[in-house]
């Protein structure tokens, strides 16, 4: 259920809010999966839907786990499903750059003013102390937090320890005794105790910004007005929203969306089939089935028709956020592949299937005609290349290889139903394939699946695939005639 407030909230944002920025952070630590590329997802969505604008944030103060290489991917994986940016770390914008490791002064600045107002402090506090400080709260059954002993040293002692050249990190000095309410966009109302949250790093002690500090600072800057995240970020937001006001800095709106687990609830793994964007992208998975699949991972559209970006962006509404884990099914996405290939264009399926059958030297040697032919007669019936590369064989080719059942299909019919059809074919071709296949059927006396089934076989080696008539067309009446002559002589 939508909080009141949260009602109210949605309520009063007008459909066109040309002032809403939304955006996607990722660290370049990986590559993106559905599970982040879902929430990259629904902030596009979002700023698309009040015709705002949508940005990309490089979040990579982790030196050590980011990689350019990620980056760039990063960039391709969003492109390729449509998800373009206004600003972002390929370009220079106004609050640029958009990649932390290059924020650095501006971070600096804003460490000094907290500094000067005594509402951060540097922590000596070693990683062993620290440990030790938290066993003993859990052991006396507290909750494991920064007991603030580094915010009482005096001056003389950390110009001592800084003298020293003890390292040091930043701490942020949480207020005591404050209330805070804040309004998640999807989680609705939440109330916050200053006193449960500890003192918290902003700076760690090799001079690197914290998450919590250069994240919030940025959305500030760069005016981010809605934040849409993981769940797993929701207990951050007290945190982040406290430094931000701290320095009188504007905050965004938070959003947290539920997060995409596997089928079983458990987190995605390999074996729920690939979830890397780039990997499903080689396998053959289509933008646009990704894009529907996931823009319906907890969000409810009233809508179940394919639709393109611009149609999910415009019925697209933070009131349709679902509050429970949303689950991938692979079985789904492949009914949104099988849409995406019913709504592409010839050029764009050819475009799609070519990579692969380039690669198959009966493909190669067709005529352009017999290609268009073939990618026209297989286009329902494939939902990745690879589906494609199966049937060129039999269709492309002049050698007939049967499978296991249609073998049995053509053995187990009468001799004559596929001579007599050979003989009609024979004389006059290809282009009434269907209603000759039913005319010999009658004389024959054979109709429904016995007549259909062992002719498929016959024609094509397969018991399923796509319609006859079109199978028939490509092969033309030459080859139909002699595939059915060749299934008369093994027939019974
Ligand atoms: N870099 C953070 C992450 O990838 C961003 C979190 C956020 O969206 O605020 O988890």
Not at 31 to 48: D, E, P
């Amino acid at each position: 259920m939508e909080s009141n407030a949260a009602k109210r909230y949605h309520a009063s944002m007008t459909q066109e809010n040309t002032n809403v920025i939304t955006r996607f952070a990722p660290s370049p630590t990986g590559n993106i999966h559905l599970g982040n590329v879902r929430t990259a997802l629904f902030s596009y969505l979002l700023g698309m839907n009040f015709k705002g604008k949508f940005i990309l944030r490089c979040e990579d103060t982790d030196q050590e786990r980011s990689e350019e290489a990620f980056l760039q991917q990063q960039q391709v994986d969003l492109k390729w499903l449509g998800i373009d940016w206004s600003a972002g770390p390929d370009m220079n914008s106004e609050h640029g750059p958009y990649r932390q490791s290059k924020r650095l002064d501006i971070y600096n600045k804003y460490y000094a003013e907290l500094e000067e107002q005594a509402i951060a402090y540097p922590c000596f506090c070693t990683a062993t102390e620290l440990k030790i400080m938290r066993n003993a709260q859990m052991q006396s059954g507290k909750p494991p937090r920064y007991s603030g002993i580094c915010s009482h040293l005096a001056a003389e002692e950390v110009a001592e320890k800084k003298a020293n050249g003890d390292s040091f990190s930043l701490r942020f000095k949480v207020p005591v005794d404050e209330t805070m309410r804040l309004t998640d966009l999807v989680v609705g109302d939440k109330v916050y105790q200053s006193n449960d949250i500890g003192d918290f790093i902003i700076r760690r002690s090799d001079g690197t910004p914290a998450f919590f500090f250069c994240n919030a600072i940025d959305d500030s800057l760069m005016g981010v007005t809605h934040v849409l995240r993981g769940v797993d970020h929701l207990t951050n937001t007290p945190r982040q929203v406290m430094i931000l006001n701290s320095l009188n800095l504007r905050a965004p709106e938070y959003g947290h969306i539920s997060l995409v687990v596997a089928t079983d609830g458990g987190p995605l793994s390999k074996r729920d089939g690939s979830t890397g964007v780039k990997d499903l992208r080689e396998q053959g998975y289509l933008a646009q089935a990704i894009v529907n699949h996931l823009a319906r991972l907890g969000h409810n559209y009233a809508n179940t028709a394919f639709m393109s970006l611009e149609q999910l962006a415009e019925e697209f509404a933070l009131a349709h956020c679902g509050r429970s884990p949303s689950k991938h099914d692979p079985v789904q996405l492949m009914h949104w592949q099988k849409e995406a290939i019913m709504h592409s264009s010839d050029d764009q399926l050819k475009a799609w299937l070519l990579p692969i059958l380039q690669e198959n030297a009966l493909f190669q040697n067709a005529s352009c005609e017999q290609q268009n032919l073939f990618i026209d007669t297989i286009k329902n019936n494939i939902s990745l290349p690879s589906d494609a590369l199966g049937l060129a064989g039999n269709l492309l080719g002049d050698e007939l290889k049967y499978s296991t059942d249609a073998d049995v299909q053509v053995k187990g019919a009468s001799k004559n139903l596929f001579a007599a059809l050979a003989a009609h074919i024979a004389e006059h071709g290809v282009e009434n394939f269907s209603p000759s296949m039913k005319e010999v059927g009658k004389v024959v006396g054979v109709k429904g699946k016995g007549l259909f089934m062992p002719i498929r076989s016959a024609i094509s080696g397969e018991t399923h695939g796509p319609e006859m008539q079109r199978i028939a067309t490509m092969l033309g009446t030459d080859k139909v005639v002699t595939r059915l002559k060749q299934a008369a002589e093994l027939a019974a």
